[in-house]
């Protein structure tokens, strides 16, 4: 159930979407955990399997390597965002870890429902992949890798983004600016953060971990507005957050 100040924002962004021209943004390094192995590890002993499924040790060899592979990345991603002890002093599992995902707007339902409808077969129903089963799913966890790869510049090197926001007034050949807008990731607190200024109006809107299907909306919509600037990803942000 949508926020009250999630449906503020919504709003907020589908009047001004449009209007939004990139001025300035700030970056740092993210902070990742010292692991021994990494997801592309274990991507790759995968990998080295999937080449000779002939026997069941190889099946659960490369089933098993993909899953580390995915548990590994998500716990990389949820450590950039400072969201990681959090999820392990609440006890919160891989279920509610791919839900948070999904609702971040990283990766589609579909991928991650197969993803788990595959691993589980091994996992809790002691049931081998068929070998069709078990390349499809490399190829989505390959994707699911690559995605969250790049989805840690969430809290790196684009953790805060600013925009102008313009209006266009008479025979201006350039908007003029009527206001701000600021959406920035506190890997401190852990929060996102979002300030609005236009024509004497300020707002300010802030989501944690207090309620994490809220701050998956707001990682959403900072991942969106990161795309506003670019030429084709803007186009496909500003229909994004149209569709809010």
Avoid at 144 to 160: D, K, P, R, T
Wanted: aromatic share 10%; net charge negative.
């Amino acid at each position: 159930m949508p926020t009250e100040q999630a449906n503020d924002l919504r709003a907020l962004l589908k009047e001004n979407v449009y209007n939004l021209t990139v001025c300035g943004g700030i970056g740092k390094i993210v902070n990742l955990p010292e692991y021994e192995i990494h997801p592309r590890d274990f991507l790759q002993f995968a990998e080295e399997e999937i080449d000779d499924l002939k026997s069941t040790k190889s099946i659960i060899n490369c089933v098993s390597n993909l899953k580390r592979a995915i548990d590994c990345q998500i716990d990389v991603f949820l450590f950039s965002l400072n969201l990681q002890k959090h999820y392990k002093d609440k006890r919160l599992g891989i279920d509610r870890k791919l839900g948070f995902i999904e609702r971040c707007g990283l990766f589609s339902k579909t991928s991650l429902s197969t993803i788990n409808t595959i691993r589980n077969k091994l996992e809790h129903h002691y049931q081998l992949p068929e070998i069709d089963h078990i390349h499809v799913y490399f190829d989505l966890v390959t994707a699911f890798i690559a995605v969250l790869e790049n989805a840690i510049s969430i809290a790196g090197n684009n953790y805060e983004v600013e925009f102008e926001i313009g209006e266009w007034q008479g025979d201006n050949d350039e908007p003029t600016k009527v206001g701000s807008l600021t959406s920035t990731y506190i890997e401190e607190k852990p929060q996102v953060r979002i300030s609005y200024s236009k024509s004497g109006v300020e707002k300010e809107f802030i989501a944690s971990v207090d309620n994490l299907e809220e701050l998956a909306f707001f990682v959403k919509v900072h991942s969106l507005l990161l795309n506003v600037s670019k030429t084709y990803h803007g186009q496909y942000a500003n229909n994004e957050i149209e569709k809010l």
